[in-house]
């Protein structure tokens, strides 16, 4: 796949909230460009993960 295949699944799972698969997605594209605007893309997603899904991270 593609960078811009991978930010297009990443905007998919992310319209559905699926929050672990967006950012599985935007990391893929990273590694493949790490100058992508995946990178601001996985940033907001995970500051809102952070905000709205705090017991993800603090069980």
Known sequence: MTEQDWIAKGKEAYARQDWKECLDAYAEA???NPASEAVELRKMTMEIVEFYC???FNP
């Open 30 to 32: 990273i590694k493949l």
């Open 54 to 56: 705090k017991d993800r």
